[in-house]
C-alpha cells in the first residue's frame, strides 16, 4: 500500500520529469485555482445550481478533487515540504485544538500534543508555530 508521501514524492519526480522546466511556485498555485475553478463547475452541475453543468457527474468532482491536491502536493514541495503526511496531521491537530475539537490525527507521526500559552494572536489563542513572532512560554498539553 502506498502511503502518502509516497504519492508525494512521486508526483514530485513526475513533475520533473515529466513537466521540464518544473512549474514555478506561482504556475503551481494558478493550476490549483484552475482545478479548484473545475471543482466549483462540477458541483454547481451536480446540484443543478447550473444548468449548463448539469452533464457533470460525481465522478467529475472527485476528479477535480484529486487534480487540486495533486498540485497542493506540488506547491507544498516548491514551499520546501518534503513529510506532506506530517504537515496534513499536525496542521489537522492544530485546527482541532483552535476548534475546541477532541478528534485528533496520528497521521505522520502526529501526536496530538500541543502547545498552548496566554498569548493571542490576532485575536486567537497562540499556539506554538502558528506563524507568530514573540518571546511566548509555551507549554506542551495533551488535548
Known amino acids: 500500500m502506498s502511503t502518502l508521501n509516497e504519492f508525494h514524492?512521486?508526483?514530485?519526480?513526475?513533475?520533473?520529469?515529466?513537466?521540464?522546466?518544473?512549474?514555478?511556485?506561482?504556475?503551481?498555485v494558478v493550476c490549483v485555482?484552475?482545478?479548484?475553478?473545475?471543482?466549483?463547475?462540477?458541483?454547481?452541475?451536480?446540484?443543478?445550481?447550473?444548468?449548463?453543468?448539469?452533464?457533470?457527474?460525481?465522478?467529475?468532482?472527485?476528479?477535480a478533487v484529486a487534480d487540486a491536491?495533486?498540485?497542493?502536493?506540488?506547491?507544498?514541495?516548491?514551499?520546501?515540504?518534503?513529510?506532506?503526511e506530517k504537515l496534513l496531521g499536525d496542521t489537522f491537530n492544530m485546527v482541532s485544538e483552535r476548534a475546541g475539537s477532541k478528534i485528533r490525527t496520528t497521521l505522520g507521526g502526529a501526536?496530538?500534543?500541543?502547545?498552548?500559552?496566554?498569548?493571542?494572536?490576532?485575536?486567537?489563542?497562540?499556539i506554538k508555530d502558528s506563524g507568530h513572532s514573540g518571546g511566548c512560554d509555551h507549554e506542551r498539553v495533551k488535548p
Open 9 to 28: 514524492k512521486s508526483n514530485v519526480a513526475r513533475q520533473h520529469e515529466a513537466f521540464a522546466p518544473s512549474h514555478s511556485i506561482t504556475a503551481l
Open 33 to 63: 485555482q484552475e482545478e479548484v475553478g473545475e471543482l466549483a463547475a462540477a458541483v454547481l452541475g451536480v446540484t443543478g445550481e447550473k444548468k449548463r453543468k448539469a452533464h457533470l457527474t460525481k465522478a467529475d468532482v472527485l476528479d
Open 69 to 84: 491536491m495533486t498540485y497542493l502536493s506540488l506547491v507544498a514541495a516548491a514551499a520546501g515540504c518534503d513529510d506532506l
Open 111 to 126: 501526536s496530538g500534543i500541543v502547545f498552548r500559552c496566554s498569548n493571542t494572536f490576532s485575536g486567537r489563542q497562540c
